[in-house]
């Protein structure tokens, strides 16, 4: 399986501001994929991370509250800005190794809390 | 669309006892991939098992393995004497074979492994 590092592991953020996390895989994947995880909640998928190429976003997702770049094939950075309070969650990168195909695999997530 | 039902939001069995988790799914597709994951209180999201669905033969790892029953949309995960180390959130999820490797979630069932 991908060996796959997420920052930060956990953020405490002020209403109004922006946090980047990045996912970080240590092997050329094919796919990457963004995860929002509410509390106490199910895993809900954000958006899909095109290399070289604008992401594609699910149904109640907008490039404006939660950009997202992938500039090669084993990096990508999802923004999630203006926080609000409703934005605390865990957020979770996912990816598809070549060579194994459909298994995702996932980072560590990142926890954050919006004051 | 597809859903993913799990109807038991908790369950707890006793150390090296035996325990199945169910799960449900809706899905007018005929090719799919079905999986359970494990989350622990680290949050890392861990894959048990994964069956394909135009496989027979129930998918089976060391301890887990699963009932999967086509007609009746149903794959259910049992795992076998049960350790301390399994106590975890688990979560069972669909993906639509050329659906772009999006993974649907249920809404998870918490194991508790008691001594």
């Known amino acids: 399986s991908a060996v796959i590092s997420q920052k930060p592991s956990r953020d405490i953020c002020q209403r109004g501001t922006s946090l980047t996390i990045q996912c970080q895989v240590d092997?050329?994947?094919?796919?990457m994929f963004w995860y929002r995880q509410q509390p106490g909640q199910s895993l809900t998928l954000i958006a899909t991370?095109?290399?070289?190429?604008?992401?594609?976003?699910e149904s109640g997702f907008v490039i404006d509250k939660f950009p997202i770049s992938r500039p090669n094939l084993t990096f990508s950075t999802l923004t999630v800005s203006n926080m609000s309070p409703e934005d605390s969650s865990i957020y979770l990168c996912?990816?598809?190794?070549?060579?194994?195909?459909?298994?995702?695999?996932f980072g560590s997530g990142t926890q954050l809390s919006v004051l | 669309a597809q859903t993913v039902t799990q109807s038991q939001p908790e369950m707890s069995v006793q150390e090296a006892e035996t325990v199945t988790l169910s799960c449900t799914y809706d899905?007018?597709?005929?090719?799919?991939?079905l999986f359970w994951y494990k989350q622990p209180p680290s949050r890392q999201m861990i894959l048990v098992i994964r069956?394909?669905?135009?496989?027979?033969q129930n998918a089976t790892e060391n301890r887990f393995s699963v009932n999967f029953q086509k007609a009746a949309k149903s794959f259910s995960l049992k795992i076998s004497d049960s350790q301390l180390g399994d106590t975890a959130m688990y979560f069972c999820?669909?993906?639509?074979?050329?659906?772009?490797?999006?993974?649907?979630f249920g809404t998870g069932t918490q194991l508790k492994v008691e001594l």
């Open positions: 092997s050329q994947v094919t796919m």
């Open positions: 899905t007018s597709e005929n090719n799919y991939y």
């Open positions: 996912s990816v598809v190794s070549t060579g194994l195909n459909e298994k995702l695999f």
């Open positions: 069956q394909e669905a135009y496989k027979q």
């Open positions: 999820a669909f993906m639509n074979t050329g659906g772009g490797n999006k993974l649907t």
């Open positions: 991370a095109n290399q070289g190429s604008e992401a594609t976003y």
